[in-house]
């Protein structure tokens, strides 16, 4: 079963070093989005992309942050200049049309130093 | 915050049924109800959607009251494996299809 890969698993980053997460979604999706989880909290929303724009944006998703489908396949979420509040696992997603799922990857978790 | 509302937690006895309630009392006429569950902090997963009508995977059944305020996730025969947190979404509006996590519920299935 086709499913959605992200890497790496675990990204040790230095604070205020840049830091790229990738996804590869699932190959016939068109929507794309990021999420993320703090240590015991809930799994929160950061963005939607679509037809290579960005079709919706949550707070957290600010100037430090973007996103980028480079290629046919990778989906890609940069973060400039990391804080430590950054630390969380990061979680990619796709979907397809209508009212399709959108099946997620299993993660990066992000330790900001 | 999330349109849905569950029970923080949950037994099951390994082998038996379980039963999810999830409450979505505003939902409007054309939002599905999705469940996705999540074991330790491994990515959601997608278990079953529905819009009105029972629906039933090679995972589990959803049971969808008549007025849709309600719905029940049945897992048939639960396993030790099953045990993770569930969580019952309805999309935000019908302006997004953003996922909006609650706190879902824990489900302990015990030997």
């Known amino acids: 079963e086709p499913e959605v890969t992200q890497t790496p698993s675990h990204q040790v980053t230095q604070m205020g070093q840049e830091v790229i997460l990738r996804c590869v979604p699932i190959?016939?999706?068109?929507?794309f989005y990021w999420y993320r989880q703090i240590l015991g909290q809930k799994v929160e929303f950061l963005v939607s992309?679509?037809?290579?724009?960005?079709?919706?944006k949550s707070e957290i998703f600010d100037d430090q942050f973007s996103v980028e489908r480079p290629d046919g396949s990778n989906f890609t979420l940069k973060i400039r200049s990391t804080k430590l509040e950054d630390s969380a696992m990061y979680f990619c997603?796709?979907?397809?049309?209508?009212?399709?799922?959108?099946?997620f990857g299993d993660g990066t978790r992000l330790s900001i130093l | 915050d999330a349109k849905t509302t569950q029970p923080p937690s949950m037994d099951c006895a390994e082998g038996r049924a379980a039963n999810l309630p999830c409450n979505h009392s505003?939902?409007?006429?054309?939002?599905?109800v999705y469940w996705y569950r999540q074991i330790h902090s491994q990515g959601p997963q997608y278990i079953i959607h529905?819009?009105?009508n029972n629906e039933t995977n090679e995972m589990a059944s959803l049971i969808i009251t008549e007025d849709r305020k309600s719905s029940t996730l049945i897992l048939p025969h639960a396993t030790l494996r099953d045990t993770a947190v569930y969580y019952c979404?309805?999309?935000?509006?019908?302006?997004?299809?953003?996922?909006?996590f609650g706190t879902g519920t824990r489900l302990q299935v015990f030997p």
């Open positions: 997603a796709s979907r397809g049309v209508g009212d399709q799922p959108q099946h």
């Open positions: 190959s016939n999706h068109l929507y």
């Open positions: 992309f679509y037809n290579n724009e960005i079709s919706e």
């Open positions: 505003t939902i409007s006429g054309n939002e599905y």
């Open positions: 529905g819009l009105k």
């Open positions: 979404i309805v999309r935000y509006s019908l302006d997004t299809d953003k996922l909006i």
